[in-house]
């Protein structure tokens, strides 16, 4: 299957500072990308989908000023957590849909922000 | 609004059972519904995809069906190995034009050696 990438896979920051966190697809072209959230012992929640070349598209009640979603290129999307607070730790994982075929999704292996 | 359950939330077994793992959702116009697996701390492994047009998709031990006018799916794994131990995740496009998934919550599987 496709690769998708994410980098850092782990980030600590003090509270008030913005981190950034990337997604890449690697052996394909993805014009849509997607950002989750998942809170210790919950689901995924979808928070965003990230357009190539257009703004991205918020889900109710994700800030969009809060989180920042920039999708420069076909195969990189960036979501900036800005002046993040402790509420904002959770595991982020981003996904990319491959547009040959099925147009199966496949999932980054996710980011652990902790917010101090 | 889509929305998805799954049951049982956890299931212990020896291994070597056969296991079926439920999905339901509440909107039947998805193009696609997806199995995954996630192991604890990590990502997401796509598991099986089945298109709406489908009935069910295999992959190895994996069996997945959709009964799409019902709104269920069923993941059936056979001959269960200590290494199919994860949480196991069902999703479904969210609807109204966006391509974004639904996810359930999930069955924590244990299988015991």
């Known amino acids: 299957g496709a690769v998708v990438s994410q980098h850092p896979s782990r980030v600590i920051c003090k509270s008030g500072t913005s981190v950034k966190i990337e997604c890449r697809s690697l052996?394909?072209?993805?014009?849509?990308m997607f950002w989750y959230r998942q809170f210790p012992k919950q689901s995924l929640m979808l928070m965003a989908t990230?357009?190539?070349?257009?703004?991205?598209?918020?889900e109710q009640g994700v800030e969009k000023d809060k989180f920042l979603i920039n999708h420069a290129s076909l195969t990189l999307s960036t979501l900036t957590v800005t002046s993040a607070h402790p509420e904002d730790s959770s595991f982020y994982i981003c996904?990319?849909?491959?547009?040959?075929?099925?147009?199966?999704?496949?999932f980054g292996p996710g980011t652990r922000l902790t917010v101090t | 609004k889509q929305e998805v359950t799954q049951i049982p939330a956890a299931l212990s077994v020896p291994e070597g059972e056969n296991l079926v793992l439920n999905c339901s959702f509440t909107d039947s116009a998805i193009y696609n519904l997806q199995w995954f697996r996630q192991d604890p701390g990590k990502g997401l492994t796509s598991l099986l995809l089945i298109q709406s047009s489908q009935r069910e998709q295999t992959s190895g031990r994996l069996n997945a069906s959709l009964d799409k006018s019902s709104g269920r799916s069923t993941l059936y794994i056979a001959a269960s190995q200590p290494g199919d131990s994860a949480t196991y995740l069902c999703?479904?496009?969210?609807?109204?034009?966006?391509?974004?998934?639904?996810f359930g919550k999930g069955t924590h599987l244990i299988i015991q050696p």
């Open positions: 999703a479904v496009p969210t609807g109204g034009g966006a391509d974004g998934l639904t």
């Open positions: 996904s990319a849909r491959d547009p040959r075929g099925a147009y199966e999704q496949y």
């Open positions: 052996d394909f072209q993805a014009t849509t």
């Open positions: 990230s357009n190539e070349g257009s703004k991205a598209t918020y």
